[in-house]
Every structure is written in C-alpha cells, then in structure tokens.
C-alpha cells in the first residue's frame, strides 16, 4: 500500500522560507512524476511544482522563480524548498504522482503572516 507523508509545514513571516518533504513507501517511488499541489479553503487542489523522473522540473506562474522542487530516489522522497513566502502561499501542501495516481497523505499546513 503507498504512503505519501507530508511534513515541515508551520508558520513563517512574509519573505521567509520553509522545505517541504514528502517520504513516501509501498512502491516504486523511482518511476513516476511527483508534485506539490495545495489547497485552500473553498478550492481546489493546484498543481505548483512537478519533477519528473529525470529530474525536470516545472512549476506554477504563481511560484516560479521562488519555489524548488526536488527528489531523492534513494529515499523515496520529494522536496520542496520555498522561499520568499508570500501570504497568498498560505495553504495545506501535499504531493503526489502528476497526474493524480495515489491517495492522499494528511498534508502539511504552511501558514505564512506577520
């Protein structure tokens, strides 16, 4: 059975940075494209960060330039290292394959205000 498990979220002020990572197991963590995606209250859940399995890298307009997207095949994990946090970026994060293959992990809440 696949776990994704999401962690490093908190609060951070405007300008800060956190990293996220996402340890996952019960499969070939290897093969697949990750993401990031998030969610706020009332909305959906929006893909941010992808990296595929060679290790390209594609993100959201509304984090480009500011967010880094990483993976680690050995420890079946994926990152992601946000900096210059905006309040907007405010949301739970959780990964998964992109496109959507697995269930969701509980996620990690990012809270960023001053």
């Known amino acids: 059975q696949v776990q994704l498990v999401e962690s490093g979220g908190g609060l951070v002020q405007p300008g800060g940075s956190l990293r996220l990572s996402c340890a996952t197991s019960?499969?070939?963590?290897?093969?697949?494209?990750m993401g990031w995606y998030r969610q706020t209250p009332g909305n959906e859940r929006e893909l941010v960060a992808s990296v595929t399995r060679a290790g390209t890298t594609n993100y959201a307009d509304s984090v480009k330039g500011r967010f880094t997207i990483s993976r680690d095949n050995a420890k079946n994990t994926v990152y992601v290292q946000m900096n210059s946090l905006k309040p907007e970026d405010t949301a739970v994060y959780y990964c998964n394959t992109a496109p959507i293959t697995q269930p969701w992990g509980q996620g990690t809440l990012v809270t960023v205000s001053s």
């Open positions: 019960g499969w070939i963590f290897s093969i697949y494209t």
